[in-house]
């Protein structure tokens, strides 16, 4: 009795423990280190024939798969930009290890780096919204811009912590969302539909953007989460129910989303229709099958700059760091163009980022690259839709 | 009470509960002889898969085999379990036997560094990206029943090969000169050393078997999940301690037990429980805490008893 007793407050005391841990956590630009040297962001810093830009990414943890395809095209760009101009780019990477334990103190880690390194003019990423949050704090308070090609968080850029710092070259939630809702709704025609986020903020924004917009239309939607770790989704997959027309799984990792597209078939729910969001854009989830769909950036895949980017990659397009690309255009044509007397300010940076207006041909991700006063694209206002062939996706209309 | 779910669950924390009860196994027999928490195994493990599908491209790939389905299976284990039973002998040689008189503190960060090491060495070699092993191709998608249980044909391999190998370790350990040596090494290494036993050759063979079981159990894993990467054996690993700290570490039915007992909670937590699938770990280690509470010596564990 004492035992059952010990055993009940000890879980107690445990959850007790995990709120606290919980709590320390929501709040993690409270709990950022003290704000680097303010100076740093007004300092003049002679451009000289090469320029650095600051660039973090999961290239290492649970998240390295979509990390390195963000280290690629970042990498991308800037051999292709150095090999046809007189000045030259180098990038300042700092692991953010996204999705490990410590993954958002490593970003701020991170990000304390880059603020203290007086060469470093501009920043591409982080990728994860949470890190954004995390890393706030130090990156302004070093008066230095970011602009990342992954996080899709709709308040990082309405909640007016950032404006005039952050920028993305991704659309919010609330774009890609509305677009996936709508052709389930509209041209699909579904009511019942099941949702599974990956537990990452990317995923969840996307899956609560999805969900209250086929509720509000009448829809019948069950939802669940899974751990971007987990392989195993056959538990899961005993939980949708057969007469399910739809799974909606908005996730990161193309092989888990082929991995669970297959258990699907594996527990005889091959025929219920799969649809993922723009991080599983990839023939690795295409190649499920011809019931899957996805929504992603309108990007041309016979561009020359995929072309070029397959060449060096075994044919992977690699589509996930695609925005990562223009991320870095963005950086680098902004330091260029604060750089023209010579020397640059962490300020003038940020206004010249702020002005960007790269015109649609030579941007990657099929629209101008221009910004809002949030920091947002104001060129992006609809997502595209594709289905897969058995083997790659094809765009369809919406 | 929908029969249909529960079934599923049933076979679902079946398989996965038997890739747990090879892990554990590895821990346990380690933690009996050295009582040293290996926390480098789950990488054992991890590099396990990674053997199976280079194995599996070397003879042609999952789409065209130069050798039948079955032969390829078949070959796959065995070069994984080779390749990690020596690994594991390696590791121990170089990570754990130097240590072996120091403070118990100093072989448990080493075996933190070698959990490390293995996972960025991991990251280097094979690459961040998943690699499927195209189980499909390779077997296609059979299913068996029995009763209203319906495996998959991979799950269902899972679960025998698992059951096999198990059995085979009980006889060795209990029947072999070499089990006798492990189980008296376990009982007081110094005896065993006067009475003649080569206790590193024992600690080497226990590696080496414990190391090939986190091996079979890396193919397996690729089997029935498809894919594998560099990180997989971190959560892995944690579930294989659990089973084993669960089951009683140093107990060997008790590994295999706690396996069963860890699948089959993570597979009813997440069919049946409140945002089961999102929470299906909070879950399991919380019936870890429960049980080491009620039981600190685990469900077959014994309490050790300290003369003075």
Not at chain 1, 170 to 175: F, G, K, L, R, S
Not at chain 2, 253 to 270: K, W
Request: charged residues 15%; positive net charge.
């Amino acid at each position: 009795m004492r035992r059952r007793a010990t055993a009940i407050a000890a879980l107690l005391a445990l959850g007790a423990a995990l709120a606290i841990v919980a709590g320390a956590y929501a709040t993690p630009e409270r709990a950022a280190a003290p704000a680097a040297d303010a100076g740093s962001a007004a300092a003049s810093v002679k451009c000289g024939k090469t320029r650095t830009i600051g660039f973090m990414a999961p290239v290492t943890g649970p998240a390295a798969s979509i990390g390195i395809q963000q280290v690629h095209w970042a990498q991308y760009y800037v051999a292709t930009y150095n090999k046809t101009h007189k000045t030259k780019f180098k990038l300042q990477t700092e692991d953010t290890q996204l999705g490990a334990p410590t993954g958002t103190a490593e970003a701020l880690k991170g990000a304390q780096a880059l603020a203290g390194s007086s060469n470093v003019l501009g920043v591409v990423g982080p990728a994860g919204s949470n890190e954004i949050v995390g890393v706030t704090k130090s990156l302004k308070d070093a008066g230095l811009a970011w602009v990342s090609g992954s996080s899709t968080r709709t308040s990082l850029t309405t909640d007016g912590t950032r404006t005039g710092y952050m920028f993305r070259t991704v659309p919010p939630d609330a774009v890609q969302g509305t677009t996936a809702a709508n052709f389930i709704l509209n041209k699909l025609k579904y009511k019942r539909v099941y949702i599974i986020d990956d537990q990452e903020s990317y995923s969840t924004g996307l899956a609560d953007a999805v969900e209250a917009r086929l509720k509000a239309a009448g829809a019948t939607v069950s939802r669940d989460g899974v751990s971007q770790q987990q392989s195993d989704f056959s538990s899961l997959i005993a939980k949708i129910a057969r007469d399910t027309q739809i799974v909606y799984i908005p996730w990161q990792l193309p092989p888990k989303g082929q991995a669970f597209g297959n258990q699907m078939k594996a527990a005889g729910k091959g025929t219920i229709k799969l649809m993922g969001a723009d991080g599983l854009y990839d023939s690795s989830f295409a190649g499920v099958g011809a019931h899957v769909y996805d929504t992603n950036f309108p990007l041309n895949p016979k561009s020359k700059i995929i072309a070029g980017f397959k060449k060096g990659h075994g044919g992977d397009g690699e589509y996930f760091g695609a925005p990562t690309y223009a991320a870095t255009q963005v950086i680098a044509t902004a330091i260029d163009r604060a750089c023209k007397k010579g020397s640059a300010t962490r300020a003038s940076v940020r206004a010249a980022i702020r002005s960007t207006n790269i015109p649609a041909a030579k941007s990657l991700i099929g629209v101008a690259l221009r910004f809002n006063r949030n920091g947002d694209l104001s060129t992006l206002h609809k997502f595209g839709l594709y289905k897969s062939n058995g083997k790659d996706f094809v765009p369809i209309a919406g | 009470m929908n029969w249909s779910l529960f079934f599923d669950l049933t076979v679902s924390g079946l398989t996965l509960g038997s890739l747990y009860a090879l892990i554990a196994l590895g821990y346990s027999m380690v933690y009996g002889i050295l009582k040293l928490l290996n926390f480098a195994h789950g990488d054992v493990y991890m590099i396990g898969a990674f053997v199976g599908w280079y194995t599996l491209h070397a003879l042609g790939g999952p789409l065209n085999p130069t050798i039948s389905g079955a032969a390829v299976l078949f070959v796959m284990f065995i070069v994984s379990m080779v390749a990690c039973g020596v690994l594991g002998v390696a590791i121990e040689r170089f990570a754990y036997r130097p240590l072996r008189n120091a403070p118990r503190i100093a072989p448990l960060i080493s075996a933190l560094g070698v959990s490390i090491f293995l996972q960025n060495s991991a990251l280097l070699i094979f690459g961040a990206g998943f690699r499927d092993y195209g189980t499909f191709d390779l077997i296609g998608v059979k299913t068996f029943n029995i009763g209203q249980l319906f495996f998959s044909v991979t799950q269902l391999l899972t679960v025998v090969l698992a059951i096999l190998l198990m059995i085979a370790l009980t006889v060795f350990v209990a029947r072999s000169r070499l089990g006798k040596a492990m189980r008296s090494t376990s009982f007081d290494r110094e005896a065993a050393s006067m009475m003649g036993i080569d206790v590193d050759r024992v600690i080497s063979v226990t590696f080496f078997i414990g190391s090939a079981l986190a091996g079979a159990a890396g193919v397996m894993f690729g089997l029935v999940f498809g894919q594998i990467y560099h990180f997989m054996g971190f959560i892995a690993g944690l579930k294989g301690f659990t089973a084993a700290v669960l089951g009683g570490i140093g107990s060997i039915p008790g590994a295999m037990v706690g396996g069963l007992i860890v699948g089959l909670a993570e597979s009813y937590a997440t069919g049946y429980l409140p945002q089961g699938s999102t929470f299906q770990n909070l879950y399991v280690f919380a019936l870890l805490i429960l049980v080491i509470l009620i039981r600190p010596s685990g469900l077959f564990g014994k309490a050790a008893i300290t003369k003075v």
